[in-house]
């Protein structure tokens, strides 16, 4: 009867243990079933996929997903990265998922450039709104735009004036450098109630190589963001480099909040956006309010945003014009039915611009400002597509990728604005809701100055190709269509070009 009785306990024992090891592997199986990551590549040990991007980080991670597919992960050194390289897979992230993908990563950029202070790297949360707010409110909204469109037409006359100068003497312009000029005091107007350089030269142009060094290097994969503990031995040089560039921006911006503060009885109760922004740093009723730190990543914000993406937009465009001559000659015909050659093109001459229309949308197809989306993360796990995204994964979205996708866009490296002239295409606008063309991002982030952007793009580049005819220099006869990465994406080459007047000179007057 005993041994009857060990016999049962024992029987007993063997099914609970046989029992629970199945249910354990059995839930393994599913559980990992159900947390499946995205295919990635394995990655080098420690560095995982960071030696994968190389010196074009958009053109490696869009040859990747040719192999692992639309929703792709990557240890990137202690941190896992996602990436959406179609617009399905965009439009999951950044609209499906935009709550959960709301916040940005820590990163040397933010901390050392940005004071750890700006609106741009800041989370989702109550100051992040409180500065969009007012930065729509005041300066980047539509009646906000409306209210400063007359500093736009005297600065584009400036820049007009200087390269109708540049003409006569048969001298080529430096595109990026007269941009710069342009937009710069454009925004300086609306900041500070005055232009920022009065005669073009060695000051706007040490300006322009700050605001390309800070896009540069701020785009720029540090192994310190990933690897945290490496951070202090600085293996690339990045973060150094961004203290002298901080430094240089931070004269700057005390320069010129302290000349702003000194002729503050000039204005007479004409307030510009700094007087408005300095108010909150006393007072708001809202709650939240600005510190003299908080206020110089907000400047810095807006004046880099504010000239460089739009620029390098601008420029590439010019650009693919040159290499296209056909283009240009039916830009010009176009505008020469609609404006004619007696005045200047005005903002509200754009609407019935389709064919220049087309152009600035081929441009943000090929050449978008903004190769890869500004870095997210995740707030809480989640999944894509059936692969689960960990907490804390950070999201790259490639914007470059997905005009390139021969998927999506028939023969993608052609430059041919007639693809956005008729059908579908027609409808497809950059501002954040066809994922096909997000140039701006898309979602909660969406950049802030989305709509200063495509007001600069249009109003500049389109008085350019209505206001000259454009040749290369003499003994240029390609361009160097080589892109650098950064933040935004610059001609390796600066364009330069000869222009020739086409309006009536009274359009070049001042």
């Known amino acids: 009867m005993a041994s009857l009785s060990l016999f049962l306990l024992q029987d007993l024992a063997v099914s609970i243990l046989i029992f629970f090891t199945t249910r354990f592997f059995f839930r393994s199986i599913v559980f990992k079933s159900r947390r499946k990551l995205p295919p990635g590549p394995t990655g080098w040990p420690l560095l995982g996929a960071l ?20 929703v792709m992960y990557l240890k990137m050194g202690t941190n896992g990265m996602v990436v959406a390289s179609t617009p399905d897979a965009a439009r999951a ?12 990563p820590p990163n040397a950029g933010s901390i050392i450039l940005g004071y750890n202070a700006d609106m741009v790297f800041a ?13 729509n409110l005041h300066m980047l909204g539509g009646k906000a735009l409306d209210d400063w469109a007359h500093y736009r037409t005297i600065e584009l006359g400036h820049m007009l004036r200087a390269m109708y100068d540049a003409s006569k003497q048969r001298q080529p312009v430096n595109i990026p450098e007269m941009l710069t000029y342009a937009m710069a005091n454009m925004v300086g107007q609306v900041i500070l109630g ?20 800070l896009m540069t290097s701020a785009g720029l994969f540090n192994i310190g963001d990933f690897i945290p503990f490496l951070r202090p031995l600085d293996l690339q040089g990045i973060e150094s480099g961004m203290k002298n560039l901080h430094r240089k921006f931070d004269r700057l911006l005390t320069k010129m909040i302290e000349e702003h503060q000194a002729t503050a009885h000039k204005r007479r109760g004409k307030h510009d956006f700094l007087d408005i922004v300095t108010q909150y740093s006393k007072e708001n009723p809202e709650g939240e309010t600005l510190t003299l730190t908080n206020i110089k990543a907000l400047l810095l914000n807006l004046f880099t945003a504010g000239t460089d993406t739009s620029s390098s937009v601008i420029e590439w465009a010019l650009a ?16 020469d039915r609609v404006i004619g050659r007696q005045r200047r093109l005005q903002e509200s001459d754009i609407a019935n611009l389709p064919y220049f229309q087309a152009i600035c949308k081929e441009t943000y197809r090929k050449h978008p400002s903004t190769p890869l989306n500004l870095p997210r993360v995740s707030s809480e796990a989640c999944e894509v597509n059936g692969y689960y995204i960990p907490k804390g994964t950070r999201l790259s979205v490639n914007i470059w990728g997905i005009g390139r996708d021969p998927n999506v866009w028939e023969k993608p490296l ?21 994922f096909e063309l997000i140039p701006f991002g898309a979602g909660r982030r969406i950049c802030a100055g989305t709509r200063m952007g495509i007001i600069l793009v249009h109003y500049i580049l389109g008085t350019l190709i209505h206001s000259f005819d454009w040749k290369l220099p003499h003994g240029v006869s390609e361009l160097n269509m080589e892109e650098s990465f950064g933040l935004a994406l610059q001609k390796t080459v600066p364009l330069a ?12 007057i001042l």
């Open 51 to 70: 030696p994968l991007l190389g010196s074009m980080p958009h053109v490696s991670l869009f040859n990747l997903a040719k192999k692992y597919g639309p």
């Open 93 to 104: 992230f950044l609209k499906t998922l935009d709550i959960n993908f709301s916040n940005r």
């Open 123 to 135: 989370d989702y949360g109550s100051r992040w709104k409180f500065e969009r707010k007012i930065s």
């Open 194 to 213: 005055k232009r920022v350089f009065e005669t073009k030269g060695s000051e706007s142009n040490e300006f322009k190589d700050m605001v390309v060094e």
């Open 320 to 335: 693919e014009m040159l290499q296209n001559p056909s283009i240009m000659k039916r830009a010009h015909d176009e505008m």
């Open 414 to 434: 052609e430059f041919n604005p007639d693809r956005f002239m008729s059908g579908r295409n027609a409808k497809i606008d950059p501002r954040g809701n066809d």
């Open 497 to 508: 070009a000869l222009v020739s007047p086409r309006l009536s000179a009274d359009a070049y």
